[in-house]
């Protein structure tokens, strides 16, 4: 899913925008005869003239002085011409220069594509960092967005699985997995690289738009402390089958989230430390099969977190000491028959959480050691036992702010 972007002015729009001569000219003859009028009118005022004499006769002294007066306003006028000429150059040159950019952007970009689409993996390589090169010194931001997305679109492409290299008369074969396989790789590292540093800074692509919807990351991929203001990072349906993918510290400030439908199925991913604030968050129909998945000490302030229907099969899933502060968090429908999932330490402060129609059928499934201070949490219409932990961490009696099934309810409660 790409967010849709606001689309920024095309360069014959920014050429519209300048005024005729004639209407700047008009404008700022206008603008110096009101301006010089207001000062001698405040002058005059401050000097306390109360009138003028129009018995004086005109002598050569005023004579010249109504010459010299003359000049200046002429001169005066040269000099409004010349400044609206300069101005109006400057803009000529800045769009001359914005075109040239822009055509220069365009070459570089057709050779790069081009060099992604060879059939040697040595020069897809040189494509990708071309396309990389070429985002950092985009002349707009859609144009960097157009390089990003390029990059993605390469990485959602059908790929040749592993061929394994037992049989020998297949090595050529796995060679070229292996060399193709490192230009996926490489892509999925310098996309982290860029979302570290700082947006404002050369090579940021902080506040880009990242789809990489489908995609089968299957390597290291680091991401720690990358950050995401705002725009649409999705990775709905990606498929992480082993590896270790680090989103360790990273900040997600708005915008929206996507892991929908992703696969966890082996390896381990990272969310330690993350922090999303003011995000809508989906892992809604995600299946954690097999590995592992830390959401340990992470901070959800603000925003939406979904895991409705999310299946928790096997594998373990941390959210020890997360905190879940003022968010609204959807684990409705969510089926947790097997691995562990632990909310061992986790916060819940403010904000409302549903375990509404969750299904408890097997597995490991533990909030020892939680707090729920203030929180709106609810277990209606649950299916299984309670897990462990959760009606010591929930306390007797039963707050309010905590809705559990009836089955579940202690005695007292």
């Known amino acids: ?139 707009t931001q859609d144009l960097r967005q157009t390089c990003i997305d390029v990059l993605c679109a390469y990485l959602q492409l ?3 699985p592993d061929p394994g290299n037992s049989d020998p008369a297949h090595q050529e074969r796995y060679h070229r997995y292996l060399a193709l396989r490192k230009v996926r790789h490489t892509i999925l590292r310098l996309i982290g690289d860029h979302y570290r540093r700082p947006m404002g800074t050369h090579r940021s692509w902080q506040g880009c738009d990242l789809d990489l919807s489908g995609v089968t990351i299957d390597c290291a991929m680091d991401f720690s402390e990358a950050v995401f203001p705002g725009g649409t990072v999705n990775f709905s349906g990606a498929v992480f089958p082993g590896g270790t993918v680090y989103f360790n510290r990273a900040v997600f400030s708005g915008g929206a989230v996507y892991f929908g439908d992703a696969v966890f199925s082996g390896g381990t991913v990272y969310f330690s430390g993350a922090s999303f604030s003011g995000s809508t968050v989906h892992f809604g129909d995600a299946v954690f099969s097999d590995g592992t998945v830390y959401f340990s000490g992470a901070s959800f302030s603000g925003g939406k977190v979904h895991f409705s229907d999310a299946m928790f099969s096997g594998g373990t899933v941390h959210f020890s000491d997360a905190m879940f502060c003022g968010s609204m968090v959807h684990f409705r429908d969510a089926l947790f028959r097997g691995g562990a999932v632990y909310f061992r330490g986790a916060v819940f402060r403010g904000g409302t959480v549903h375990f509404r129609e969750a299904v408890f059928s097997g597995g490991t499934v533990n909030f020892r050691g939680a707090v729920f201070s203030g929180s709106t949490v609810h277990f209606i219409a649950v299916t299984g036992p309670v897990p462990e932990g959760l009606l010591a961490a929930v306390g007797v009696p039963v707050p309010a702010t905590v809705t559990l099934a009836a089955a579940w309810l202690p005695e007292g409660g």
Request: proline fraction near 4%; avoid cysteine.
């Open 1 to 139: 899913m790409t967010a849709n972007r606001k689309p920024r002015p095309a360069l014959n729009d920014r050429e519209l925008r300048l005024w005729k001569v004639g209407r700047v000219l008009t404008w700022t003859f206008a603008t110096a005869v009101l301006v010089s009028g207001s000062i001698f009118y405040a002058l005059v005022a401050l000097l306390g003239f109360k009138e003028i004499d129009t018995t004086a006769k005109l002598n050569a002294k005023t004579l010249f002085d109504l010459v010299k007066l003359s000049f200046g306003v002429v001169a005066g006028a040269g000099a409004l011409v010349a400044l609206v000429v300069a101005y109006r150059r400057q803009r000529v040159d800045e769009v001359g220069a914005h075109r040239e950019a822009t055509r220069l952007h365009a070459e570089r970009f057709s050779q790069a594509v081009d060099k992604l689409g060879s059939d040697s993996p040595a020069v897809r390589l040189g494509g990708v960092h071309a396309l990389a090169g070429l985002a950092d010194d985009a002349p």
């Open 158 to 160: 059908p790929f040749t």
